[in-house]
């Protein structure tokens, strides 16, 4: 503390010299004109000095209880020895008491400040003591403050009360706090302590008076890793990728990252770490956050199959051609179809010859081809593939066969005990609803036929339909026929006549065939012998025209006259082969036969099916040579090619069947000609044998 004497005079007289720190003032009652003076002794409680030799003016103020009675503000130099200060207090009686103020200033601000009571008396001098306090000006923090680069991490902040000359006030207590909590925390001596990434703003506080500074915060990463490590990944599947990233006291923080691998042809990885397995073999996935950077292996490996584009296309009359394309995923894989009848209670279904995939990654067209269907009939397939990581089945696509007109053919007459006749034909409605009449005319055009009454058949089933007419006059001749109608169209028998003795018609049908395994079948067919004897059997091979062919035992039919049902079984056959049959009937009067049906025998799952490449197709002149090689694995093969305009292969031409034997890979070529120039055409190699039958890739080319 200061203490320092202070001499206020009645007269503007120069007071002796004090202390370098004294000061000295004058004052003159001009009421009573009795000299009156005032010895100050004042302390200076707090505030270094160097605030008080900055300071350079004094406030002197003598107020009693009603009123101001002197305010004058002097010159003052803090640094000098010595100041004559003139001051006037205007006395009311022989003795005042009042208030004495007296502030120490810079310029216009207060530097220190302190007030007392003072009596004073004409003509005599008083002695009295101010105390002067600091007079705080403002609140400074430091400008100097660090970088936090940890979550936890703290500091200490710097702040204190200050003059308005700048010195600061030691000792003077500041209220600390931050206006930023999620960011950072402040206790009461400042000591800052990061939460997270961030500006944090700190204020310390005097009362009204206050200073604000930034504390910044970006914690550094020191360490990373990735995950998981070492996962083997099923192409076609996903994993999720994940960095941790600490800062130096271990605390987890968020970065953004930067993802890689090191073979796209393994891996494809997106911006949010989303790796999804394209193909087989090891691959590195790389992270990067900044200087940071991390890396794990991984593996693309194979996985279940996937079946995609199920198509079925009707492509005739009883046919149909299913498609599928079939990703084996890196493992070994077979395909076939499964197709069953649309009905309230489908039978198991049949399946498909199965095909070899092969190994790759990318999508192998499946085929398949179906006969022998029913007409007017809805069914329903689907796509299966295998392999040995696990299987996939596609959803189910539907199709619908055309329907067909109904068949019929015009048997022949008999007459009757009651001297009619009697018509007989044979109808298959062919799954359809159907109506069956005979018209009947002595006039061989059939003009003004007479009609039988309409009878309404169904199924699928070929149905004797008979009806009795009155006999012609005598002499006369009477012509028939069969008609039946369903909703596709009318068919007509062949117009027959009564002339001469009854006939002996011989008709021939042949039926669809079942219980077609992989070596045998079951062949049917009906007959009509015209009421008298005849024999039948089947004809049968995997000729198409049957010129070649094989026969079942003749059967002996007795007379009859409806239709006769006939059945053989052909056993021995090969398996994943198409047969031809056909039923013919034979009497005195000659052979009739029934029109040509077929059947395919189912594959052998013993049997590995080939394996079938198709190669580049070379374009010459006149002429393109398509190209394919195949292993038979074992079992004897047959290959050829299917090439089109159309790459789904909607239609397409098929080339003459090579063997290639049972073992060893062998190469083979067709040489096409007038294939048109200019247009892209598309082909694949197709290879055949017990085990199923197998396409290769399609591959194009242009004359």
């Known amino acids: 503390m200061m203490r320092r004497p202070l001499r206020i005079a009645a007269c503007c007289a120069l007071l002796a010299p004090i202390l370098a720190c004294e000061r000295a003032a004058l004052v003159e009652s001009t009421e009573a004109l009795l000299p009156a003076g005032v010895d100050v002794v004042y302390t200076v409680a707090g505030g270094p000095a160097e605030a008080f030799r900055?300071?350079?003016?004094?406030?002197?103020?003598?107020?009693?209880?009603?009123?101001?009675?002197?305010?004058?503000?002097?010159?003052?130099?803090?640094?000098?020895?010595?100041?004559?200060?003139?001051?006037?207090?205007?006395?009311?009686?022989?003795?005042?008491?009042?208030?004495?103020?007296?502030?120490?200033?810079?310029?216009?601000?207060?530097?220190?400040?302190?007030?007392?009571?003072?009596a004073l008396r004409a003509g005599r001098t008083t002695t009295t003591s101010v105390v002067l306090e600091p007079v705080i000006a403002g609140v400074r923090m430091t400008d100097s403050i660090p970088l936090l680069t940890a979550w936890g991490d703290s500091v200490r902040l710097s702040a204190a009360a200050v003059f308005v000359t700048g010195d600061t006030l030691p000792d003077v207590p500041l209220l600390w706090a931050s206006l930023d909590t999620a960011v950072a925390r402040v206790n009461a001596e400042g000591v800052v302590v990061a939460r997270t990434d961030g500006a944090a703003r700190i204020t310390a506080r005097n009362g009204t008076l206050s200073d604000t500074g930034t504390v910044r915060i970006l914690a550094a990463g020191v360490s990373m890793q990735v995950s998981p490590a070492g996962a083997a990944i099923p192409i076609g599947s996903a994993r999720q990728y994940a960095v941790t990233i600490v800062d130096r006291r271990g605390n987890r923080l968020t970065r953004s990252v930067s993802w890689n691998a090191s073979d796209t042809t393994v891996l494809k990885i997106d911006a949010n770490g989303l790796a999804r397995s394209v193909g087989l073999g090891p691959v590195t996935v790389r992270a990067v956050a900044g200087a940071l950077a991390g890396e794990v292996p991984a593996s693309g490996v194979p996985a279940a199959p996937a079946v995609q584009n199920v198509t079925a296309v009707v492509t005739g009359p009883g046919a149909a051609r299913l498609d599928a394309r079939i990703l084996p995923n890196g493992a070994v894989t077979e395909g076939w179809f499964e197709w069953a009848p649309a009905t309230a209670s489908p039978p198991p279904p049949a399946l498909t010859l199965r095909q070899s995939l092969g190994a790759g990654i990318a999508a192998i067209p499946l085929t398949a081809a179906l006969q022998g269907l029913l007409p007017n009939t809805r069914y329903v397939a689907r796509a299966v593939a295998v392999n040995g990581v696990g299987s996939a089945v596609s959803d189910s696509v539907s199709f619908t066969t055309p329907g067909l007109v109904p068949s019929v053919v015009t048997v022949g007459h008999s007459l009757l005990s009651t001297g009619q006749i009697a018509l007989s034909a044979t109808v298959n409605p062919n799954n359809a609803q159907t109506q069956v009449w005979f018209q009947w005319s002595t006039s061989p055009s059939l003009a003004g036929a007479d009609s039988s009454a309409r009878q309404t058949v169904s199924g699928l089933a070929t149905l004797q339909h008979t009806t009795t007419v009155p006999a012609p006059v005598p002499g006369s001749t009477l012509y028939f026929r069969i008609i039946a109608r369903n909703a596709t169209g009318t068919s007509a028998g062949a117009i027959l006549s009564t002339a001469g003795s009854p006939p002996a018609s011989l008709v021939a049908i042949t039926a669809m065939a079942n219980g077609v395994s992989k070596t045998e079948a079951r062949l049917h067919g009906i007959v009509f012998n015209g009421n008298a004897p005849a024999s039948a059997a089947f004809e049968w091979g995997t000729d198409p025209s049957l010129t070649a062919s094989s026969t079942t035992l003749l059967q002996t039919l007795p007379p009859a006259m409806g239709g006769l049902p006939i059945t053989a079984v052909v056993q021995n056959l090969n398996p994943n082969t198409p047969y031809f049959y056909r039923t013919f009937a034979r009497n005195t009067g000659g052979t009739t036969q029934g029109t040509i049906l077929s059947f395919t025998t189912q594959a052998d799952s013993t049997v590995a099916p080939p394996i079938v490449t198709t190669l580049s197709a070379g374009v010459l002149d006149v002429a393109v040579q398509l190209n394919g090689s195949a292993d038979p694995r074992g079992a004897a093969t047959s290959v050829w090619f299917e090439w089109s305009t159309d790459p789904g292969f909607a239609s397409f031409t098929t080339t003459t069947h090579q063997s290639a034997g049972s073992a060893g890979t062998v190469s083979f070529q067709q040489q096409v000609v007038g294939i048109p120039s200019g247009i892209d055409h598309y082909y694949r190699a197709v290879a055949s044998n017990a085990g199923g039958t197998v396409y290769g890739a399609v591959v194009s080319f242009r004359r």
Do not use: H, I, Y
């Open 54 to 118: 900055k300071s350079n003016r004094l406030l002197l103020l003598f107020r009693d209880s009603t009123s101001t009675r002197l305010e004058s503000q002097v010159s003052f130099d803090g640094g000098a020895g010595t100041t004559r200060v003139p001051v006037l207090v205007r006395l009311r009686r022989p003795a005042e008491t009042m208030t004495f103020q007296l502030e120490v200033r810079r310029d216009g601000d207060a530097v220190f400040r302190g007030a007392t009571r003072v």
